[in-house]
């Protein structure tokens, strides 16, 4: 089992920037991919960034690419979201996630069934 805890969302102007960070307890944090979701009021879930175990594959949803960076520290079974440029449309619930299985390609980054782990969320709030 893995624990995932969110933390440094808040409330920020647009054009600021935030850091997310998940942090993980339990299992081997290394063999995970993880993937950062976000849901604004009203709409579903969707994907946001993805990361491979070792951090050498990223992924993003087009809406943020540019704007947002996923990492991870393996050695602090830490997750991290830097966003920059912020804007009110980002506004959302921030959830992190985990997988216990490899992920080969973008696709499979992007779906929500394939995480068996998930943090409480973080509310991020941008405004104009």
């Known amino acids: 089992q893995v624990q995932l805890v969110e933390s440094g969302g808040g409330l920020v102007q647009a054009g600021g920037s935030l850091r997310l960070s998940c942090a993980a307890s339990g299992r081997t944090f290394s063999n995970y991919a993880m993937g950062w979701f976000r849901q604004a009021p009203g709409k579903e879930r969707e994907f946001v960034a993805g990361i491979s175990w070792s951090g050498s594959s990223t992924y993003y949803t087009d809406s943020v690419k540019g704007r947002f960076t996923i990492s991870r520290d393996n050695a602090k079974n830490t997750v991290y979201l830097q966003m920059n440029s912020l804007k009110p449309e980002d506004t959302a619930v921030y959830y992190c996630?985990?997988?216990?299985?490899?992920?080969?390609?973008?696709?499979?980054?992007?779906?929500?069934?394939?995480?068996?782990?998930w943090g409480q969320g973080t509310q991020v709030t941008v405004f104009s």
């Open positions: 996630a985990a997988a216990g299985r490899v992920f080969y390609s973008y696709n499979d980054y992007v779906r929500a069934e394939p995480y068996e782990h």
